[in-house]
């Protein structure tokens, strides 16, 4: 079950015993091994648990720990916690100016459950926030944005492949990125399609701690996302424990009535073996406990297409998502139009997906990615 990206197995099994429900008090630095202080903070870091990992390690006041590694949690979580407060304004600010324009946001992943479901939201830690708007509101939205002095980080956007753009404004000295999503998921049109028919917006609910202007998944909706989320990325790099803490947290929060509804609605859209695989991926490391009501979601099922997100490779991965999106079109001249756009994705995506400079490079990168495609298709067959 420790499928977490480039997790050594010394550093996975400390982490596990300290962060599993009860299992913190119970943990104790190893005195034997190749484990060191410093290389045991850089795994939790990765993994985006440092601040999680002081806090517990806090509780126990640190008892047979090393003081090296104390020390660098400390400073770690401090710094975390102070450019909060500021991340913290600017995302108030940014919600009030979208408002006056008439657009409302949906808060997702990491900064929506670090206001709604951890104690204290640096331990959620994060580089960016993510905000879904309505496609209508893509123009406003980006005329806002650069008004308010953020610049695009990148060009990125491309019909067929990227719903999202990333930007990034000063504040105070730091950075406050954020990546704005006029569809929920990148890994699958048919699957946001499906999730937004189920009025999303309708469903959602405040995030009083960040004002009035905050809103984010409803809870059974939330659950659903993460673990869509942390399949559509599974098969490139396996998963992160950050992704598996909200997995646990998510569930644990439930109510019976929530749990139905989200057994319910993984049904309808096929992604129940995706769920019951993050649920127990999550319980493996953290001990998370299940509703009864969530018992249906476990049985043995067949034929769900988005399982396939969670085969292992990169070149699975892309070979998955790229079936499961021709798959979901209606049309085969919609079908033909993904491949094409695909294959030769506007000039501006291809120097940012490549890291290229300059437009006289692009036949030649155009060529790499058409003989990447082949390669892939060719090593499915």
């Not at 045991?40 to 126990?60: D, I, K, N, T, V």
């Not at 830690?125 to 980080?153: N, P």
């Amino acid at each position: 079950m420790n499928t977490v990206r480039e997790l050594r197995q010394d550093a996975a099994l400390l982490l596990r015993q300290i962060l599993s429900n009860g299992g913190g008090s119970e943990a104790v630095w190893p005195q034997q091994g190749s484990l060191t202080a410093d290389i045991f903070f850089r795994e939790a870091s990765a993994q985006g648990m440092a601040p999680l990992l002081f806090r517990r390690l806090s509780a126990q006041k640190g008892n047979g720990w090393p003081a090296e590694l104390l020390a660098k949690l400390r400073e770690a979580s401090l710094r975390l916690a102070a450019a909060e407060l500021l991340i913290e304004a600017d995302l108030r600010s940014l919600l009030q100016s979208l408002a006056e324009i008439g657009v409302q946001p949906l808060l997702l992943k990491g900064t929506a459950l670090a206001y709604s479901l951890y104690p204290e939201p640096w331990l959620r830690s994060r580089c960016d926030t993510d905000l879904l708007i309505s496609a209508s509101d893509r123009e406003k939205t980006d005329r806002l944005l650069r008004q308010l002095g953020c610049v695009a980080l990148h060009e990125a956007a491309a019909e067929g492949i990227n719903a999202q753009m990333s930007w990034s404004r000063r504040c105070q000295g730091i950075a406050c990125h954020y990546d704005m999503h006029w569809r929920i998921s990148n890994v699958s049109g048919s699957f946001s399609r499906a999730f937004a028919a189920g009025s999303l917006f309708a469903r959602a609910v405040a995030v009083p701690s960040l004002g009035e202007y905050a809103r984010t998944l409803s809870a059974a909706d939330a659950l659903l996302f993460a673990c869509f989320h942390r399949a559509g990325h599974f098969s490139h790099s396996g998963d992160r424990l950050i992704w598996l803490y909200d997995l646990h947290l998510l569930c644990q929060s439930l109510t019976g009535e929530e749990a139905a509804a989200f057994c319910g609605q993984a049904e309808e859209l096929e992604i129940s073996t995706l769920c019951a695989d993050g649920l127990k991926a999550a319980a493996f490391w953290f001990g998370t406990a299940f509703p009864a009501e969530l018992t249906p979601l476990f049985k043995e099922r067949s034929g769900e297409g988005f399982a396939a997100l969670l085969r292992h490779g990169r070149q699975a991965g892309i070979k998955s998502h790229a079936l499961l999106e021709l798959k979901g079109l209606p049309t085969w001249r919609e079908r033909l139009l993904f491949v094409w756009r695909n294959l030769f994705p506007p000039a501006q995506y291809m120097l940012w997906r490549y890291g290229a400079k300059r437009k006289a490079e692009l036949p030649l990168l155009y060529a790499k990615r058409l003989a990447e495609s082949i390669l892939i298709v060719l090593k499915g067959l």
